[in-house]
C-alpha cells in the first residue's frame, strides 16, 4: 500500500514563502516520478510541478514559473515544494503524486495509475 503523506502547508500573506513536504512510503520509490497538483474552489485539479526519478528532468506550469521549485530526496523518500513569491490565487489545496515511470521525463499530466496523497491546504492573503 503506498501512502504519500503531504506537510507543511498554512497560511501565509502574499508575498511570502512556504516549503510543502511529502513523505513516501509503503514500498521502494525507485524509478518513480513525483510531482504537485492543486485543486482551487470551484476549479479542477492542475498540475503545478513534477519531477523524474532522478531529479534531471522537471515540469512547471506556466503560472509558477521562477517562483516555484520541485525537488526530491530519493534516499528519505521525500519530495519538496519550495514556494516563494506567493500569489492570492495559489490558494488551493495542495496534492502530492507518484506514479511508476523509470525512464521517463518528468510528466506534464498523472494518468489512472497515479498515487495520491490527502492534501494540505495552502492560503495566501492579499
Known amino acids: 500500500q503506498v501512502q504519500l503523506v503531504e506537510s507543511g502547508g498554512g497560511l501565509v500573506q502574499a508575498g511570502g514563502s512556504l516549503r510543502l513536504s511529502c513523505a513516501a512510503s509503503?514500498?521502494?520509490?525507485?524509478?518513480?516520478?513525483m510531482g504537485w497538483s492543486r485543486q482551487a474552489p470551484g476549479k479542477e485539479r492542475e498540475v503545478v510541478a513534477t519531477i523524474n526519478w532522478s531529479g534531471g528532468s522537471t515540469y512547471y506550469a506556466d503560472s509558477v514559473k521562477g517562483r516555484f521549485s520541485i525537488s526530491r530526496d530519493n534516499a528519505k523518500n521525500t519530495l519538496y515544494l519550495q514556494m516563494n513569491n506567493l500569489k492570492p490565487e495559489d490558494t488551493a489545496v495542495y496534492y502530492c503524486?507518484?506514479?511508476?515511470?523509470?525512464?521517463?521525463?518528468?510528466?506534464?499530466?498523472?494518468?489512472?495509475?497515479?498515487?495520491w496523497g490527502q492534501g494540505t491546504q495552502v492560503t495566501v492573503s492579499s
Open positions: 503524486a507518484a506514479a511508476y515511470s523509470p525512464y521517463g521525463n518528468a510528466p506534464q499530466t498523472w494518468g489512472v495509475n497515479a498515487y
Open positions: 509503503g514500498r521502494r520509490f525507485s524509478g518513480y516520478v
